[in-house]
């Protein structure tokens, strides 16, 4: 049985030149403009959010510190005097 010769190639082809290279078509820019206005508009609102969280969070934090102090000083209170 007769072995085969492989020929190894001793430089590879050349890229075919500039000239037949076409660009894929891109996102059209009302796309990217929409996105990017979506995007920048985002950051604002999300921080609103966190913004109106933490008022009402410090609110219940007032709140629940008075509901504190009027059971303290109700606690206080020396009840042997009723009697």
Same mark, same amino acid.
């Given at each position: ?24 078509? #891109?996102?059209?820019?009302?796309? #990217?403009?929409?996105?990017? @206005?979506?995007?920048? =508009?985002?950051?604002?609102? @999300? =921080? !609103? %959010? !966190? %913004? /109106?969280?933490? @008022? @009402?969070?410090? /609110? #219940?934090?007032?709140? *629940? %510190?008075?509901?504190? /102090?009027?059971?303290? =000083?109700?606690? /206080?209170? *020396?009840?042997? *005097?009723? *009697?």
């Amino acid at each position: 049985m007769p072995t085969k010769e492989y020929k190894i190639p001793l430089s590879y082809p050349s890229p075919p030149p500039y000239q037949y290279y076409v660009p894929q078509p #891109r996102s059209s820019t009302l796309y #990217r403009t929409t996105g990017e @206005v979506v995007l920048v =508009s985002a950051f604002p609102v @999300v =921080s !609103f %959010a !966190f %913004a /109106a969280a933490a @008022v @009402v969070s410090k /609110a #219940r934090c007032e709140v *629940d %510190a008075e509901a504190a /102090a009027q059971a303290v =000083s109700t606690l /206080a209170l *020396d009840y042997n *005097d009723m *009697d």
